[in-house]
């Protein structure tokens, strides 16, 4: 090594001559710090670094060492827990590169894998387990008898790309099940969380381990000197003009020739723009180079995608959603382009990440999209100066607080039918003590697990023996036979469409399309031939002309980080070098600026604005879902609200809110027809007390929306 490493002579032998064959000259400083920890396997660490930090070697580096100087052949040794089967196939293959020499055993394990393979690593269980939450699940419940030879050994848990579980309801079944697990065999396990920089450390480390009972390391990162460069573009849409042609010119002029990531915020939107980029491929005579990746695209053509970013021997630009956000393999990307608006700060770092490899500059392209016909929104230029803000966040390393404190009932539910498939039933004490007290719903009091079980008892989910003994019921017996049940999310309803010609399976579409369509998928034209309501396929050939790219998904919603720095933007007269000049995208940003101190948007929350009064709280959509609410439910009066602001909300509303008695949280949500409330798998099986329950905590900021009326009620304007 180029540089004297305490951590590099902790090492084992077999894995410094790995090292040596790689070439590496040194460490990079997050493996220099982190090995210590990983290998001393008392705590918890956290290995926060960009896409290709090396963090995995960082993690794994010492593990395999660990297993090297303390070999046990009976049962796993490293569970490895992975958000995605193809980030899982990744891994194996990097994971059997450092393990050739070392006689270590890397198992994957998903439903893409051959059973007899699975059986076989069952025989005798040893080494390292790569694995999904989903996969893990089933594993428990139709593995019982095999657990305690499997995971009696267990010395560490490694879960990958942490940021993508924290907050969701397959995060929360992870933490359960690792809950789970160190319940059986009676004794903690250090956990590995890698990921993306963070901001806010103590939350991730309360999902890591929520009872603090093993300290938790997180080893500095280092400085970095890595070069970003940026450049915001913006255009211009309207009822009669549709940008998509500006922007595929200048995708087409500046990316061909080269690997590129191109991020929409929708699936729609990254299949119009593939197909737009193929035609004037095809009109200009050369190869095209544009693919589409994203979730209902099927395995074979994204692994095709992966495999042609990979290998870099042809250049390939590929239109993605945030299936690419994550750490899969994709070899050298010059640069990453968003296309709209960017809605999260760590996504927006997490996607800059996948470029900038082998010592280059991450490049980040944003093209900008403003809507003329939007009224206000279009003279505050609302998407550009959301554009900065979310870049100037990530530059301050600023990024959107982790949600960890949840109910997650729907999850709960499931897991609920998952310890009864696994053990056969329970006592509600004994379920609320393995699930809630010392499981992963630690905020659920024995009150609520109880209405929990009353709600699943009413619609025959469970039944309780004379014993007193919680059993699976009628409905309960149903659920647990789906195919999915071991998915805590929500899983769409799809047709998959397959091609006439050779039987091959394109992808999936979440609705029902007529005879002769043309709809755009995979980057192509195709007509439909024949639907098959029975099977739920769809027969199609392809088409040259037409098309129609339709998914369906919710709009993201604007945090309260975004909305504040928004609103610090323009007061200030800062002009942000990356902001194009030929677009004139410096000067909208000086227009919405002018526009925002005319109307004393600094002094005052209200503005009136044609027909329209506009009460401006620049704090995100939960406060101002609360404050619409609040209206509702004490002044009978309805609001419609964004992030920035909530409509027909008067100084007067405001004053006569702060002199009514102030309802709670759950009494405001309570006026929302149930359907409006039900997001997630089984909420539909909880009472409305429940989803009320849920719904104020999870979708709402009640306190800072109070916050806001009180300023507002006393003109606090300097309070904001």
Avoid at 133 to 144: G, H, M, Y
Avoid at 193 to 200: H, I, L, P
Avoid at 445 to 460: A, D, I, M, R
Avoid at 614 to 623: E, N, S
Wanted: aromatic letters at 10%.
């Amino acid at each position: 090594m180029a540089r004297v490493s305490v951590s590099f002579e902790l090492l084992d032998i077999r894995i410094r001559q790995w090292i040596w064959k790689q070439g590496w000259t040194s460490l990079k400083d997050i493996q220099e710090n982190a090995i210590p920890f990983v290998l001393e396997g008392r705590s918890d660490v956290i290995i926060s670094a960009s896409t290709a930090g090396g963090k995995t070697e960082a993690a794994f580096l010492p593990i395999l060492t660990s297993l090297l100087q303390n070999d046990t052949s009976n049962g796993f040794q490293v569970l490895y827990i992975s958000p995605l089967k193809a980030l899982i196939n990744d891994q194996y293959r990097r994971l059997l590169d450092m393990t050739t020499e070392t006689g270590i055993n890397v198992t994957p394990w998903h439903g893409d894998i051959d059973m007899s393979q699975k059986k076989r690593s069952l025989k005798n269980p040893n080494g390292i387990i790569i694995i999904t939450p989903e996969s893990l699940e089933s594993f428990l419940i139709n593995r019982r008898r095999f657990l305690p030879s499997a995971f009696s050994s267990l010395r560490y848990v490694v879960i990958d790309e942490l940021h993508s579980f924290i907050g969701t309801e397959r995060g929360k079944q992870l933490q359960s099940l690792l809950s789970r697990i160190e319940q059986i065999i009676l004794r903690k396990i250090p956990r590995i969380a890698m990921s993306a920089t963070f901001s806010d450390y103590s939350a991730v480390k309360c999902f890591l381990r929520d009872d603090e009972s093993l300290p938790c390391a997180i080893p500095p990162q280092g400085n970095s000197n890595h070069e970003i460069k940026i450049l915001v573009k913006e255009y211009i849409q309207t009822k009669d003009i549709d940008v998509t042609d500006s922007i595929s010119q200048e995708i087409y002029k500046k990316l061909r020739g080269s690997n590129n990531l191109v991020f929409t915020n929708d699936r729609g939107y990254a299949e119009s723009y593939g197909v737009h980029l193929s035609d004037m491929c095809e009109i200009n005579g050369v190869p095209n180079e544009f693919r589409v990746h994203h979730g209902s695209i099927s395995k074979i053509e994204r692994e095709s995608v992966e495999r042609d970013l990979q290998k870099g021997e042809c250049p390939v630009t590929v239109f993605c959603t945030s299936t690419l956000e994550l750490g899969i393999d994709v070899g050298k990307v010059k640069s990453i382009a968003q296309v709209g608006t960017a809605y999260s700060v760590s996504g927006l770092r997490q996607r800059l990440g996948r470029s900038g490899r082998r010592n280059e500059p991450s490049i980040l392209r944003v093209f900008s999209i403003e809507n003329k016909d939007n009224g206000l929104l279009y003279n505050l230029r609302s998407s550009l100066v959301q554009n900065i803000a979310v870049i100037e966040l990530m530059r301050q390393h600023k990024y959107e607080k982790p949600s960890i404190n949840n109910y997650h009932f729907s999850t709960l539910i499931q897991q609920i039918l998952a310890v009864i498939a696994q053990f056969g039933g329970f006592y509600p004490k004994e379920g609320w003590l393995m699930l809630c007290r010392n499981g992963a719903f630690k905020n659920v009091t024995p009150e609520l697990f109880l209405e929990v079980l009353k709600s699943l008892g009413n619609k025959s989910v469970i039944s309780q023996l004379d014993t007193k003994q919680i059993v699976v019921g009628k409905l309960g017996e149903k659920i647990l036979k789906s195919p999915d049940f071991y998915v805590a999310f929500v899983s769409p309803i799809e047709f998959t469409v397959i091609n006439s010609a050779n039987s091959r399976h394109i992808g999936m579409i979440q609705y029902k399309p007529q005879k002769n369509m043309v709809i755009i998928l995979s980057g192509k034209r195709w007509i439909v031939e024949d639907v098959d309501e029975n099977t739920m396929k769809v027969y199609v050939s392809t088409m040259k002309t037409g098309g129609l790219a339709f998914f369906s998904g919710d709009g993201a919603e604007l945090d309260y980080i975004i909305a504040k720095k928004m609103y610090e933007i323009y007061q200030v007269d800062t002009i942000y070098p990356y902001l194009d000049d030929y677009t004139e995208a410096k000067n909208h940003l000086n227009q919405s600026r002018l526009f925002f101190q005319q109307n004393s948007l600094s002094k005052t929350f209200f503005l009136q604005y044609g027909n329209t009064s506009y009460f401006f709280t620049w704090a995100g959509i939960k406060a101002n879902r609360a404050i619409a609410l609040l209206l509702q439910y004490c002044l009978k009066k309805e609001c419609s609200y964004n992030g920035l602001y909530v409509l027909n909300i008067t100084q007067e509303d405001i004053n006569l809110l702060e002199r009514t008695k102030m309802p709670s949280a759950i009494e405001i949500v309570s006026i929302l027809p149930r359907q409006c409330k039900i997001f997630q798998k089984y909420d539909y099986l909880l009472s409305d007390k429940l989803l009320d329950i849920e719904y104020s905590n999870t979708y709402i900021d009640f306190n800072l929306a109070k916050e806001i009326i009180f300023r507002v009620y006393n003109d606090k304007l300097g309070e904001r």
